[in-house]
């Protein structure tokens, strides 16, 4: 004989896993329980778990459905699906209750709410004799309630996530922080007023790295050099637990990701990451910046300009107000000019209107060097011109006249000395790292070898064999490293040495650089502002401290050529 017992089961659901400790599950619960004993139900099961009923697709619902289905099939009389209410099985109004509802009653289930809203469904003709029925003949009398039900959740979860998401919304465009921290800074709570707020500090474990990152891109080094400097003195990418959700009452740790090597790419969007300088920006501040409540950075803001060059510029106002710019040069447009070796002086100045200098080959005339200034059309001077040799001659003469003053050399080298002992400390602390993560990765890569000797799959071999590789290009590239950062006072004489070659034949160095931007940086050891072509003829030109013209130029300039009228 079949078993007239009837069964049910019982869902009980928060929405967010920190309602877990609230003990509004075990509520629900005993709710159910009431419920099914007063219907005189048994059972089956309960299901107890936090998920957000915002969502249309639930993996939880599906697994209640494919729960009764199986029961079902194996003969079991259940029977009812029981919820403290409607707005616990969804909060996306009553469409979304409405297909849940139908999908349960196509497989003989009915809904319970302990609210007592659901009503059981009546048929419009039942009271004629042959019990006459049809599709729109039957109908449930609590619709409109459940619509109300359903609607209300729905308008909940609304003024809920506006209250939740309104106050984080305020707070960050009040320079707090409300999400995890770029790696290399942490969250700290306080209490300002009276309530718990959130600020970032630095992470003590991780921030040395970051300021390193920016200290070298600002003092001019390349993405990649940066990268396999900080990857030699141990960075990896910071470690995060992976969690498998699928059991959503257990949700576990199944292992880890990052720790890997830093590559320029990532280091990219770290810079750009305008938090290590104490400012906020992004779409919850309408990408307006923030000065960051009780935290100026890591690093000031002029080496984060430096470090990202002109891509994302922060720029201090004197009102104290904060902007973000970018693509911005703050030396304005630089107007691209041709770099012709044919002519390497164009940086000297017009002597009438302080332009670079321009060089040409012009049909029919000498090869010279010309002003090309206009103003609103027409030449804002007396057309300026001199043949290339003479002008070229010229200055190379007045270069070759330059002598730096007595003890200079001697005075750099101590000074150079000086500052290497200040950054002794810190090249000794780079080394050790380096040394010790060249150690570390020497032992990985023997354990590959070793694990290599024991696999008998070749995919596995394979997959070591890729392993090995790569620890092998880490600790060449670690080696070299340590190799550039152990600096000594040997290097710093050599250094020395070569500076004094660069002042000993300044027209052969200045005449050799590899391109018109590099000539005016190196002009500028020289000249406290680029001379223009006459302060080269008279020996008027304003030199920095470090030189002196010659009294040889003084007295004979006759290995000049005249200034032009």
């Not at 309408?286 to 409540?293: D, F, I, L, T, Y």
């Not at 201090?316 to 770099?339: A, C, F, I, Q």
């Not at 040799?389 to 070759?400: G, I, P």
């Not at 600790?475 to 000993?504: D, P």
């Amino acid at each position: 004989m079949k078993d007239a017992t009837e069964y049910c089961v019982i869902d009980c659901r928060v929405s967010d896993p920190s309602q877990l400790e609230g003990g509004s599950l075990d509520d629900q619960e005993i709710i159910g329980r009431l419920e099914a004993q007063k219907l005189g139900l048994k059972i089956s099961k309960v299901f107890k778990k936090p998920h957000s009923a915002t969502t249309s697709e639930r993996d939880d619902i599906e697994e209640i459905l494919s729960y009764i289905k199986g029961e079902r099939a194996k003969g079991v009389n259940l029977t009812k699906y029981i919820a403290k209410s409607i707005d616990r099985m969804t909060r996306m109004g009553y469409p979304a209750f409405l297909d849940f509802k139908n999908e349960l009653e196509h497989i003989g289930v009915a809904i319970v709410d302990a609210q007592g809203i659901i009503q059981p469904k009546r048929n419009t003709l039942g009271h004629f004799p042959g019990n006459f029925e049809y599709k729109w003949s039957v109908h449930s009398p609590s619709e409109a309630g459940e619509m109300l039900e359903a609607y209300k959740g729905k308008a909940e979860v609304r003024d809920i996530l506006t209250r939740m998401v309104g106050a984080e919304i305020k707070l960050v465009q009040d320079g707090y922080a409300v999400r995890r921290a770029p790696d290399g800074l942490k969250n700290k709570r306080v209490m300002v007023d009276g309530k718990k707020k959130v600020i970032r500090e630095a992470n003590p474990e991780r921030v040395d790295y970051f300021i390193k990152m920016f200290e070298l891109l600002a003092d001019g080094a390349d993405y990649p050099e940066v990268a396999d400097r900080l990857n030699a003195v141990g960075f990896k990418t910071q470690v995060y637990d992976r969690w498998d959700r699928s059991d959503k009452e257990n949700p576990k740790v199944v292992g880890k990701k990052g720790g890997s090597p830093l590559t320029a790419k990532q280091l990219q969007r770290y810079i750009l990451q305008t938090e290590y300088a104490g400012v906020s920006y992004e779409k919850w501040t309408k990408h307006r910046p923030v000065k960051m409540q009780q935290f100026n950075g890591i690093v000031p803001i002029d080496t984060f300009n430096k470090a990202n060059r002109g891509k994302i510029y922060i720029r201090m106002n004197k009102d104290e107000t904060v902007e973000v710019l970018h693509n911005y040069s703050p030396w304005g447009r630089v107007k691209r000019l041709k770099d012709n070796p044919k002519y390497p002086w164009k940086c000297i100045l017009c002597p009438s209107c302080q332009s670079e200098m321009l060089g040409s080959s012009a049909k029919g005339k000498y090869d010279g060097y010309h002003c090309g200034a206009w103003k609103s059309g027409k030449r804002a001077h007396k057309h300026f011109r001199v043949t290339k040799k003479d002008f070229e001659d010229s200055v190379c003469a007045y270069l070759d006249n330059l002598k730096f003053e007595e003890g200079f050399m001697a005075g750099l080298e101590l000074h150079l000395v000086e500052e290497y002992r200040k950054k002794e400390k810190e090249i000794l602390i780079d080394s050790s790292l380096i040394s010790r993560t060249v150690s570390d990765l020497k032992a990985e890569l023997a354990q590959k070898i070793h694990a290599f000797g024991l696999a008998e799959s070749p995919t596995m071999r394979r997959h070591l064999e890729a392993q090995a590789e790569a620890l092998e290009t880490q600790i060449e590239k670690a080696e070299g490293e340590r190799g550039r950062v152990e600096l000594n006072e040997r290097s710093i004489r050599g250094f020395r040495r070569y500076v004094e070659y660069v002042m000993e034949h300044p027209a052969e160095i200045l005449t050799k650089a590899d391109n018109l931007q590099a000539r005016r940086a190196l002009m500028s050891l020289f000249f406290e502002e680029m001379p223009t072509y006459h302060d080269i003829l008279n020996g008027t030109a304003k030199l920095t401290s470090l030189f002196r013209l010659s009294e040889a130029f003084k007295v004979d300039k006759t290995q000049l050529v005249s200034p032009p009228e």
